[in-house]
């Protein structure tokens, strides 16, 4: 004869309960009898690893409430290349972007027109560089090159419209421009975008 709790511990020993059979041995049933004392330690313990914590969040509640204020005044920061770029950096960034990259790539970032469909000539079309478009699957080297060298920097004899930088802008300005493109994604591209940009660099 058996009640609906010997159900249980019969299913336990079967399916997800599985688990939680050598966890409770673990903690042991009578195997290791605390002392008054070590229970209380482990208390005190506890409760210290509760406050330190809570300073934990505190600070980092700090810090993005100092971000978001920085945020709604000027341009952020952000890291290209390893190197954090200053928020005036990244608004130099904007207006190099707006005389150099707009005329192809849109005012808003937006590619030019049927940007999927080869051209005639043969070519592809200026990309989007924001979400919409692929920029945010290259790691901060690779955009580096493309836009120093040209695409054929990266992919070895391919023939395209994207103008080599070198000689019109310096390094420094090429890393603003493209740092100030990737102010203007989301967060799961920039996630996306930093983990590529990182594997890359852990290459030897
Ligand atoms: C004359 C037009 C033109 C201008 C100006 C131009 N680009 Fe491009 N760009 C292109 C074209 C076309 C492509 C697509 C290349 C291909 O796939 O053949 C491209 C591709 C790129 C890519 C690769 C994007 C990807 O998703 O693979 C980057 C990065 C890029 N451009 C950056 C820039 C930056 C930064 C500037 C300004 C400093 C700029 N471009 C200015 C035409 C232009």
Redesign the pocket.
């Known amino acids: 004869m058996h009640d609906g709790n010997d159900e249980r511990a019969n299913d336990e020993l079967h399916d997800g309960g599985r688990s939680f059979v050598p966890l409770a041995r673990a903690g042991g049933f009578g195997a290791k009898r605390r002392s008054a004392a070590e229970v209380y330690s482990e208390a005190k313990m506890k409760r210290l690893t509760l406050v330190l914590g809570g300073a934990a969040v505190a600070g980092l509640a700090a810090v993005i409430a100092v971000a978001q204020q920085s945020g709604d005044t000027q341009e952020e920061s952000l890291v290209f290349l390893g190197e954090l770029m200053s928020p005036k950096e990244i608004s130099a960034g904007r207006k190099?972007?707006a005389e150099?990259?707009a005329?192809?790539?849109g005012v808003k970032l937006e590619g030019?027109a049927d940007w999927k469909r080869r051209l005639d000539s043969g070519?592809?079309?200026?990309?989007p560089?924001d979400e919409t478009?692929?920029?945010w699957?290259?790691s901060d080297q690779d955009?580096f090159t493309?836009?120093k060298s040209g695409?054929s920097a990266v992919v070895a004899g391919?023939?395209?419209?994207?103008?080599a930088?070198d000689g019109v802008?310096s390094d420094a300005e090429?890393r603003t421009?493209?740092a100030y493109?990737k102010t203007t994604w989301p967060d799961r591209q920039r996630e996306y975008q930093e983990k590529i940009t990182k594997n890359e660099r852990a290459k030897p």
């Open positions: 190099l972007y150099n990259c005329s192809c790539h030019q070519k592809m079309p200026a990309p560089h478009g692929h920029t699957h290259h955009l493309i836009t695409v391919y023939d395209s419209d994207m103008p930088f802008l090429i421009v493209l493109i």
